[in-house]
């Protein structure tokens, strides 16, 4: 039943300013004067002295209907949005706030309208001129205002929550950049079937066991988005156990069944039914449990804490029919006005759950969360990069390992993730300089406890620790294949989006891709899947995405110096493991990146026309050289670029440049543009897919033009039978252009 009597709106006269645009109040609760009188965390304090005090308990309940009635009342004003999932959490997060455990993550990207509720009740929001429940309505879903999955640009809000099996990630980089904090993470039981959730978690425990700081809490509610979940027929023991085994030392689960006096049928139930009694008695032992398993992880046990209870508890229905409103869901309809009526309050209770609420954690979250103030980082210096001269052959990827071990070596906190091994992409040399992060000490293979290299063999875990750490502030690197790379690729794309709304610094999430489809002709077409490549292409036009595509050993090392500095930025780089020749000195590879393309080689004369050369990658060069050769014997004048930088060669007006963090309009002018790429016929030349020349063929003028890209993989004894197998011969480059020049 209710805790509260629904009384007239005319209440609204006595209720505090903030709650303007509240439908509903009701009436106090039994013993209000006695339990909440004043606030439980008082003036001066982070949290609740005792968990077990009745005001404390008390207080927790008010702050969760509070949640739950925001919830239900912004998502309604829309008719749009999701309440369900938030609505059987709510007694888990008012628990954590209470307990000053304010620096929260989800997975849940549906769990928006309740992160915000709680954003606005602590008075974040008012950094983006919300100031009250009428202003919150108003702007939830609207652009420029709170989206409905979350972000990290909303004061307050640590993270960007929107595909599922992210979230974790967030919890376990701000473990490790901040002992002695906890990071809580919620996760929903419908989500939980993502792959790698609990065995990345278990990995990174293996990789960093002191950092046991952050929380993985369970909402298990039976549901997901539009079915049961496909855990909802564990008993809890079972749960427990798939939990420990893996790895979780404590594993604290309240059930709401266990106080269930009104008589609700089947392993969930909606605590909001229980008399006020029994409601208090499941507050309680949520906030004690919650309370060990804080106390648990934070003294280096790895823990969970898991809610069981029915989702949607406390909103218009229950089950996957809460998960998301409808156009028939509005405020006046009368399933929701009675749903926002049982969770009404009254004005004393809403001011005494604002009072907790700013109070905990030591003030607003948009002022005391972590991810609210630029992290320290140590100065790199200037990286040593190694001039290679024209004359020699060198592996790029090796070049770039040596700057990646000076980066290690100046900066502790910094962290390499791969899950397919740096010796096999050609940088050994990361691992010997910042060895494997292992429990097992072995020279043989660089490892040992302390390590700066995390190798997961998942993808996910990779680009999620380091995606993590950099948006929280941090220096990381994810190096893969670029055939496995899409993976993980989800999370990293999550997370530069949220740095393009950043409202701080933060250093840019750096990737580098090696073994690119033409090196793996043995290992046939599953290494061979560059078709990635169009992703990052598609994705410069977001304002805040860099692909790059060194020429040589030296180009990549000025890349990667140029991408470690930048900030709120995805830089992708992409490079073979094999010794290739060098085309640029390192001031003119400087020049390339900073630029976007450079010149590798120009005709001195030739009677029969200028054929230009577009090329992003390094390999796929030795054909185009090789076509030089007949191109220039049969008379015809030859310019070839390396396209390195082509988020630089696109028109301004192509790129959302102006709409992010750190904006960056340094884009090539026509006059220099017509002078690299002007000629009787252009050729766009990729090792890979063609969506990275996009910017050239945009722009040039040239009357002539092809495209010359890649098809698809196959079993090949060399890059060269791949690359005739998809057309890209110094045979078929050279007839191309006779065809088009006559």
Known sequence: MSSATVISKSAEDHAPDFCSGIDHFGGPWPDFTRLAHTAAIPEGATAVADPTAPESIYQTLLMADALRYLTLQVTGAKASGHPGGFASSADAYAALVMLGHTNIVTEVGHHAPGFYSAMFLDTSLEEMGIHTVSDLRERFRERHGLLGHLSGAIPGILAPAGPLGQGQHFAMAGALLHPGTLFPCTLGDGGFGEPYVLSSMMHFNTAYPQATNFLPVLIWNGYSQEHHSMVSN???EQM?????????QEVVLVDARDFDDSGQEGPYVDSTHFSHAARLAFTGAVLAGMDRAARSALGGRLTAFIVKQLKGAGV????????????ADTLDQPHMIEGLKRRALSPAAWRVVRENFVRAGGGPAVRTVVTERVLDLPPLGKLPCKEFSRDEKAVPSTAMGALVAAVGGADPRFVVTNADGNEASGMKNINEALKIRHPNTDPLYNQEPAGQVYEPLNE????GLAAGLSLFGSRALWL??????????????????AMAELRRRTPSVVCMFTAGALEQGRNGWTHQRPEIENYFGA???NGNVYPLFPCDANTIQVAYEWATNSWNKGMVIIASKSPLPI???????????ENGAAVLYESAAGDRGTVVFAVTGDMVLLPVFEARDRLEADGYRVRIVAVINPRRLYRPLDVAWDSVSEPDNAFMDDDHFNALFDGDALLAVSGGPSAPLEPVLLRTRAP??????????ETTASPAELMELNGITAGTLSGRVRDLLG
Not at 240 to 248: E, R
């Open 316 to 327: 218009h229905t229950v089950g996957s029919k809460s998960h998301n409103l409808y156009p």
């Open 234 to 236: 564990l008993s809890n």
């Open 704 to 713: 002539r033009r092809e495209v010359f890209a890649w098809k698809r993989g």
């Open 583 to 593: 085309h640029l000195t390192l001031e003119e590879a400087r020049n390339g990146v």
């Open 480 to 497: 893969s294949y670029e055939s496995f790379a899409i993976n993980g690729w989800p999370i990293v794309q999550t997370v530069t989006q």
């Open 240 to 248: 427990v156990a798939y939990w420990k085994g893996h790895g979780f």
């Open 460 to 463: 996910d875990a990779c680009a």
């Open 539 to 541: 994705m410069m036009r």
